[in-house]
């Protein structure tokens, strides 16, 4: 079967592509399986747009909905601009923290944490997009900011079932440290 690239309008008038390649990653979230609308819904009617905070190349759209497959959560979805515009990724998460540069929209702040140890660990990277993430366990959940560029993903039990990074590369130390927090890890399916 052909690979297919679904092209999208931002608010911007800016065209978008999403790939079946990214569509295919986003699915790996069992949430994000039918969310196609959403996704593109988010790219042209987002309630905010930020910078990602090492790479102005990267705008994080935001949206919320009060009912989704994970309850009352935002839709973001990471875009990666250069000569053209492409979809990285895109995730629910239950707040969001903008650290960056605002392009459209308001602006909100909170925080969160990490578990403390993993058991076995499925890590994507996606080189084009300098998008890392690590899952611990594939079932239903949410992301929610950490720190700058960096998520945890959390079932709706509230345990630690991933983390990603935008801009792994560009991050200040050769290792990327993830705040730890003693609580509850989810492994496995």
């Not at 990285?88 to 239950?94: L, V």
Request: hydrophobic residues 40%; charged residues 30%; proline residues 3%.
């Amino acid at each position: 079967m052909a690979k297919r690239t679904h092209r999208i309008i931002d608010y911007a008038g800016r065209t978008v592509r999403l790939t079946d390649e990214r569509l295919g990653h986003i699915h790996e979230h069992p949430e994000m399986v039918g969310q196609e609308r959403r996704i593109g819904e988010v790219l042209r009617k987002p309630d905010i747009v930020f910078t990602s905070h090492k790479d102005v190349s990267v705008h994080v759209y935001d949206r919320h909905y009060a009912r989704g497959p994970v309850g009352s959560k935002h839709l973001m979805v990471a875009v990666k601009i250069l000569e053209d515009a492409f979809v990285i990724t895109a995730f629910f998460t239950g707040e969001v923290i903008c650290h960056h540069s605002l392009l459209y929209g308001r602006s909100e702040r909170s925080g969160a944490s990490m578990a403390k140890r993993v058991a076995r660990l499925k890590v994507w990277f996606d080189e084009e997009g300098d998008f890392l993430e690590v899952t611990f366990a594939k079932r239903k959940g949410s992301f929610r900011s950490i720190g700058p560029d960096i998520f945890e993903r959390v079932d709706t039990k509230g345990n630690v079932i991933g983390f990603a990074i935008f801009n792994f590369k560009k991050h200040d130390r050769k290792t990327v440290e993830i705040p730890l927090e003693e609580a509850r890890l989810a492994v496995g399916r």
